[in-house]
T-cell receptor
Framework: DQQVKQNSPSLSVQEGRISILNCDYT??????FLWYKKYPAEGPTFLIS?????DKNEDGRFTVFLNKSAKHLSLHIVPSQPGDSAVYFC?????????????FGTGTRLKVLA | DGGITQSPKYLFRKEGQNVTLSCEQN?????MYWYRQDPGQGLRLIYY???????QKGDIAEGYSVSREKKESFPLTVTSAQKNPTAFYLC?????????????FGDGTRLSIL
């Protein structure tokens, strides 16, 4: 059972426009969410996070929105740049017996067209 | 530069052979993790260690073994019992295994079967 879902395997956006990547989750116990960016043949790098006590977190061109009632989060990139072309993973975590483990989505490949 | 080093970048295994993937970090992190990535799937947790000389099974530990004798090292052995070992393996670390903290990833090892 996939607890964290990224239903769009790929997305293409024109340079300068907004990129919106979506992530849905099923476990209501998740209370911390992250987005990672991954280039080919490299490990993921941390991008931005949000805890469940917030509904928005912003860092430069990147903003993450959390809608707890819908169990949905999204990553907005504005403006999109060609260097943003990568695979983006969302991840979620809940405390289980004091252990903090992350469940990752399947990723969305973003292509920013120049 | 602090970071996580995984070696080798590519590894080939013969049928019935055990192979060991190396993961070294100089970030002084207490917690370390091993993930497996397959095409079209998210990262799945194999093993994790919150402190030296202690480790726990993740979601897909069967056919794998680990050790954590030193803080900076967390090698993963893919045993002959792992029937489908071909995958991209990622090692990660975080300052501690408690509290919500982003994980830092290495650049991965791609394992293939000859």
């Amino acid at each position: 059972d996939q607890q964290v879902k990224q239903n769009s395997p790929s997305l293409s956006v024109q340079e300068g426009r907004i990129s919106i990547l979506n992530c849905d989750y099923t476990n209501s116990m998740f209370d911390y969410f992250l987005w990672y960016k991954k280039y080919p043949a490299e490990g993921p790098t941390f991008l931005i996070s949000i805890s469940s006590i917030k509904d928005k977190n912003e860092d430069g061109r990147f903003t993450v929105f959390l809608n707890k009632s819908a169990k949905h989060l999204s990553l907005h990139i504005v403006p999109s740049q060609p260097g943003d072309s990568a695979v983006y993973f969302c991840a979620a975590s809940a405390t289980t017996s004091g252990t903090y483990k992350y469940i990752f989505g399947t990723g969305t490949r973003l292509k920013v067209l120049a | 530069d602090g970071g996580i080093t995984q070696s080798p970048k590519y590894l080939f295994r013969k049928e019935g052979q055990n192979v060991t993937l190396s993961c070294e970090q100089n970030l002084n992190h207490d917690a370390m993790y091993w993930y497996r990535q397959d095409p079209g799937q998210g990262l799945r947790l194999i093993y994790y260690s919150q402190i030296v000389n202690d480790f726990q099974k993740g979601d897909i530990a069967e056919g794998y073994s680990v050790s954590r004798e030193k803080k900076e090292s967390f090698p993963l052995t893919v045993t002959s019992a792992q029937k489908n070992p071909t995958a991209f393996y990622l090692c990660a670390s975080s300052p501690t295994g408690t509290g919500y903290q982003p994980q830092h990833f290495g650049d991965g090892t791609r394992l293939s079967i000859l």
